[in-house]
């Protein structure tokens, strides 16, 4: 039956043969796409001759998984976040990375204690920390919202609000904005009650949300005034706010910290060329130079001392940085556990909430 | 050409003298061949395209060997004790053997995915007991209930009973929002997770509103082109067809710029004063984009053969009836309207059938409440469930194909005027 369909595919797609001097790498789009175009992509060409093919996915889980399930992989290397990562790795769809060839920091700290507790899995190596945060117009509110809970408040703070259209991390802002210390939230989230509590803080702004389902859409409806504030990824709402001058403020009250990896899915076409990517794009210096064009923290401990200005060379990055202490007050960091066994489940639920009236 | 003359043992021959049934049979069959030939590219892609991958999909709805294919001692465990069977010893090192295996395939992600289906947090039980399962020592009941108490779960073992079974009419069964009790019966799905069947409901009666609104919308036109001279006509015709022609994606954002809270509409009304800028109307990412969006993009199908069932109608009908007395409204109602029904038929069931399956329009327009079962059918194939995205994907197309066959009974095919 999979044989069938492999050979099916293969005839209506078409397969590209693959060509020598040639990687593809999927990511998210938008301006972080492009901070991993500068900073990885270019120099990687220009030391190895290998040309970098930038494609973009809403999720770059999901095509990775649908291309090795019907065996028609043309990925070679895609960002995706922890708990896709390790669960794509139970299944057996990634191929495994050796830690000990990705290379040490440049005092000569090996690569495994450099990398921040548990940034180094068996398929997968990180690259960045983000965090979803709120954000909101400070044309709209001069006297802005300050904590979670004003996210939630439509008296206080009238407006559409944007959220993206999956269950995870919405839940944890509608835990926290209802009392819930950071600390507790996964404890609570973990029971049907708390479940429930979550949704119904959902349900208590339901009609007033506008759901986006990429990452560069929230920056799009807060310029397009279409909603008053929205959760997005702080590096988009950053690039919005400094490199194109947008009056959009970042509220770290509630923020979620998670990660990005690298993974290379099972079958890519051209692995070897795909580790070398993952091994130079991991160093000391390319991860520091990420953080140049967008304000995401590197993985590596060793990359946060190279952290200076932004592009523009006037901005400092340190305080637009999700890890920076001031940021840190009210943060929670996402269970990525909690996420890859339970996120189909909440997924159904989720869905069955949205669609009914 | 094939002069029959009487032969000598009966029957009629050729001017070759063979039998004429045979020459002919043989000339046909040259003919019937050469025309097989040349369809024979269309055939074959038809089938390799679109025959063989749409009749995989409809199987995968009834199979998922994820579970099957990694746990072969279970599976033996199972055939061997039937339902209600105590689960011992012996079922536990079934069950380690299988985790032993999957931890050195890198299989028990896998494994549990497919129980997670049903039983939640199963994944992460399976890849976290196997991850230790080469040390388990018999007695595998304590040693795996000590690494994870979970496991005597009577819900758990039943739906990995049902799992060991690549055939399973499971996800039809949730497709309907139903599911197996833990004694393998057949109950609803808790409340919280039923959306399939409101989802059905919605998407027919939208698409049913849908339809209504391109005949009500579409047969004034329709008629307004079939009666003006042919030079306007062909002028307005342009009007109809030039969106036909534009891309789907361009007039769903196009209506997205028009309606939007600060969109073109809206900034009308409120620059008239009509509503005031806190008053403005939310008339897209809810349902009312989606009807707003989908009607226009369909009228075409309406239009057009409605259009070519009126062209021909000869006016002298109406204007006899007229002659005879009848008020224009009755000269309508009972003259015009019964001729044009071929292709309010053919229109209406054209828009229908598409809009059941629509699914790009609702998914940028539609928001929440907006959203049709098409939007969860790919929801699913994303998320790489593609046993229950073919199974909802079955039920729309059966759905449909009752409609169509009802559609028969009551109207009848072949009233049918495509144009």
């Known amino acids: 039956m999979k044989k069938l369909l492999v050979t099916t595919t293969a005839l209506v797609g078409f397969a590209y043969g693959a060509q020598a001097a040639e990687i593809t790498v999927m990511s998210w789009g938008g301006a972080y796409a492009e901070s991993q175009i500068e900073a990885y992509h270019k120099p990687f060409t220009a030391q190895t001759g290998v040309t970098v093919v930038s494609v973009d996915a809403d999720n770059p889980a999901v095509p990775v998984e649908a291309q090795v399930k019907a065996g028609n992989v043309s990925i070679d290397v895609a960002d995706v976040e922890y708990p896709d990562a390790v669960r794509l790795c139970d299944e057996g769809m990634l191929e495994t990375i050796d830690h000990s060839t990705l290379p040490p920091a440049p005092d000569g700290t090996p690569a495994t204690q450099d990398f921040l507790p548990g940034l180094l899995l068996d398929c997968a190596v990180a690259t960045i920390t983000f965090s979803t945060i709120f954000a909101y117009d400070a044309s709209v509110f001069p006297e802005g919202p300050t904590s979670i809970s004003d996210f939630f408040d439509l008296q206080k703070f009238p407006g559409k609000r944007g959220m993206g259209k999956r269950p995870r991390a919405n839940l944890e802002m509608a835990l926290m904005a209802d009392g819930v210390p950071a600390a507790e939230v996964y404890d609570v989230l973990s029971t049907p009650a708390g479940v429930d509590r979550a949704f119904a803080k959902l349900d208590s702004i339901k009609g007033d949300i506008i759901w986006w389902e990429a990452g560069a859409q929230p920056p799009q409806l807060l310029a397009d005034g279409e909603v008053a504030m929205t959760t997005a990824y702080n590096g988009r709402i950053f690039n919005a706010a400094i490199a194109e001058n947008k009056p959009f403020t970042v509220v770290w009250d509630g923020q979620i910290q998670e990660y990005d990896l690298w993974v290379v899915p099972k079958g890519a076409p051209n692995l070897e060329a795909a580790m070398e990517f993952v091994k130079f794009s991991t160093d000391t210096q390319r991860l520091a130079d990420q953080a140049k064009y967008i304000s995401y923290g590197p993985a590596r401990t060793s990359s946060s001392a190279l952290i200076g200005l932004f592009k523009d060379g006037k901005t400092e990055m340190l305080p637009h940085m999700p890890t920076n202490p001031d940021n840190m007050k009210n943060a929670l960091g996402s269970n990525f556990e909690f996420w890859a066994d339970r996120n189909k489940e909440l997924e159904e639920r989720f869905n069955a909430w949205l669609a009914a009236n | ?419």
């Open chain 2, 1 to 419: 050409m094939a002069e029959a003359v009487a032969g000598s043992g009966g029957g009629l021959r050729t001017a070759d003298g063979r039998p004429l049934g045979e020459a002919l049979a043989q000339a046909q069959g040259r003919a019937r061949r050469r025309a097989l030939l040349l369809v024979a590219p269309l055939l074959l892609f038809v089938l390799f395209s679109f025959v063989v991958p749409i009749g995989q999909l409809l199987i995968s709805a009834f199979s998922d060997d994820d579970f099957a294919r990694n746990a072969p001692a279970l599976g033996a465990w199972f055939d061997e004790n039937p339902r209600g069977s105590p689960i011992d010893e012996s079922a536990y090192a079934a069950l380690a053997a299988d985790l032993k295996a999957a931890k050195e395939n890198r299989t028990a992600g896998q494994m549990g995915e497919r129980i997670n289906y049903e039983v939640s947090g199963a994944r992460s039980l399976f890849t976290s007991t196997a991850r230790n399962a080469d040390k388990f020592e018999p007695p595998y009941r304590e040693a795996i209930l000590a690494a994870r108490a979970e496991w005597d779960n009577p819900r758990l073992w039943e739906s990995m009973r049902q799992a060991s079974s690549s055939v399973t009419p499971n996800f039809f069964l949730a497709a309907v929002d139903l599911r197996r009790s833990e004694t393998g019966g057949i109950e609803r799905a808790p409340e919280e997770v039923r959306v399939y069947q409101m989802l059905f409901m919605r998407t027919f009666a939208l698409s049913a509103l849908i339809t209504v609104l391109c005949l009500l919308l579409g047969y004034p036109i329709a008629h307004l082109l079939a009666t003006l001279p042919l030079r306007y006509s062909n002028l307005l015709m342009i009007f109809v067809l030039l969106p036909f022609w534009t891309s789907l994606l361009v007039r769903t954002t196009s209506w997205i710029v028009l309606l939007q809270s600060e969109g073109v509409l809206n900034n009308i009304l409120v620059g008239f004063g009509i509503i005031g800028d806190d008053g403005r109307i939310r008339m897209i990412y809810n349902q009312t984009g989606t009807i707003v969006a989908m009607t226009h993009i369909l009228l075409p199908f309406m239009v057009l053969p409605l259009y070519s069932v009126m062209r021909p109608i000869p006016p002298s009908y109406v204007r006899a009836a007229r002659s005879l007395g009848a008020s224009s409204w009755t000269a309508f109602r009972r003259i015009y309207v019964p001729q044009t029904m071929p292709g309010v038929a053919a229109g209406g069931l054209l828009v229908f059938i598409l809009a059941v399956g629509y699914y790009i329009t609702p998914a940028l327009v539609g928001g929440a409440t907006g959203q049709l079962i098409s939007n969860l059918i790919a929801f699913h194939f994303e998320n790489s469930n593609w046993s229950m995205a073919a199974a909802l994907a079955s039920l729309l197309l059966l759905a449909v194909l009752i409609l169509y066959w009802l559609y028969d009974r009551l109207i009848g095919i072949d009233n049918l005027k495509l144009g």
